[in-house]
């Protein structure tokens, strides 16, 4: 599978750094990156071709070609890549751009796969909720797969406007957990513990229960009943919680998120 990539940033760096190391040859990837400094940085990091534009040369034998520019560049790197396709299958990354716009800006092409990460694909952790338009068939929507799942767990969605869904659960969600950290982080200290004591204590409090949750088979509020006994301190922090609505809170903010989603869609495919 020969892959293009337009564009090579963090997260491009991140899928091919996670290709490679499951054996796709660096011989079958190129990118294309305007910045010299990145397109010097990938070729000595990966071995990769790099291309300073999107031309002929850089889309020679590509079978897939997966946009990791900004939003706000999809529409010119579109435009640029419009004339080369011809059978590929074409991903973006790009968030907030819909399929539709997409394939408008590349004068109708419909072999398309939207995708939404997140930042822990840098370390192979990531979350990628995924959409395909009808045209692309099975053995396309495998190669999307292999592509993503190069850097953690795949998750398809049927409907597009899940991925508005997806980009506030998972896309961001890691800022909700950093948020979470923090506050963890910061009452250890106001509760007399050294900073690196206090920062160990919240990270490895959420990730062992984060991998407790991975690992057992019952859900988070049974999970969170066997630890929360009658009369106990987890009950009263709980309580606390609750009387500040902290769930509800949550779950709004996460709704505000969803409906930010679906006003950056609308904005980056509005015609100038």
């Known amino acids: 599978m020969n892959i293009t ?14 290709l490679i190391a499951q054996g796709h040859a660096a011989a079958e990837i190129a990118v294309v990156e305007i910045d010299a400094a990145g397109r010097a940085r990938l070729a000595q990091q990966f071995a990769v071709a790099t291309h300073e534009r999107i031309e002929a040369a850089s889309m020679v034998g590509a079978d897939v070609v997966l946009f990791a520019v900004k939003p706000q560049q ?12 011809a059978r590929q299958l074409v991903i973006t990354i790009a968030a907030g751009i819909r399929l539709a716009d997409l394939s408008r800006w590349l004068g109708g092409y419909r072999k398309l796969v939207r995708v939404m990460p997140n930042t822990p694909a840098l370390l192979r952790a990531g979350m990628s909720a995924m959409c395909a338009l009808p045209e692309v068939s099975a053995p396309e929507r495998e190669q999307a797969l292999r592509l993503l ?33 923090e506050a963890m982080e910061a009452a250890a200290r106001e509760l007399g513990f050294a900073a690196t004591d206090a920062r160990t204590l919240a990270y490895t409090t959420f990730a062992g229960a984060v991998e407790l949750a991975r690992q057992s088979s019952d859900d988070p509020a049974t999970l969170r009943a066997r630890v929360t006994s009658k009369g106990g301190t987890t009950e009263r ?36």
């Not at 409907?159 to 997806?166: I, Y």
């Not at 980009?167 to 909700?176: D, E, I």
């Not at 930010?260 to 609308?266: F, M, P, Q, S, T």
């Open 74 to 85: 999809m529409r010119a790197a579109a435009g640029e890549l419009a004339g080369h396709l």
């Open 149 to 181: 799942g190069a850097v953690g767990t795949t998750l398809w969605c049927e409907r597009e406007e899940l991925l508005d869904a997806a980009t506030a659960v998972s896309g961001s969600g890691p800022a909700y957990v950093f948020y979470f950290i």
């Open 237 to 272: 922090a709980l309580a606390e919680m609750e009387a500040a609505a902290v769930k509800a809170n949550v779950i709004a903010a996460i709704k505000a998120a969803d409906a930010r989603a679906k006003e950056l869609g609308d904005e980056f495919g509005r015609d100038p």
């Open 5 to 18: 990539f337009i564009g090579g940033g963090n997260m491009a760096s991140a899928l091919i750094g996670g």
